[in-house]
């Protein structure tokens, strides 16, 4: 399943790894991709082994804010 997270915060490269590295160590995601110009993470996952809150939590604990 796919799914796109409008991130508000992300501004850098640095930015991009630890939204993605977050996701990524969450069991269920299989990959995430960063788009600083539009504010968004694309994020691919089961949906059997992963929420949509997780991942937004995930973030969240990097210190940005996820959009609804």
């Given at each position: 399943m796919e799914k796109?997270?409008?991130?508000q915060g992300m501004s850098c490269?640095?930015?991009k790894?630890?939204?993605e590295g977050a996701l990524k160590k969450l069991?269920?995601?299989s990959a995430a991709e960063v788009n600083l110009?539009?504010?968004n993470v694309?994020?691919?996952?089961?949906?059997?082994?992963?929420s949509l809150k997780n991942m937004k939590e995930a973030i969240e604990e990097q210190g940005y804010d996820v959009e609804a």
């Open positions: 796109t997270l409008m991130v490269g640095h930015c790894a630890s939204v069991d269920g995601v110009e539009s504010s694309e994020i691919t996952y089961d949906e059997a082994k992963v």
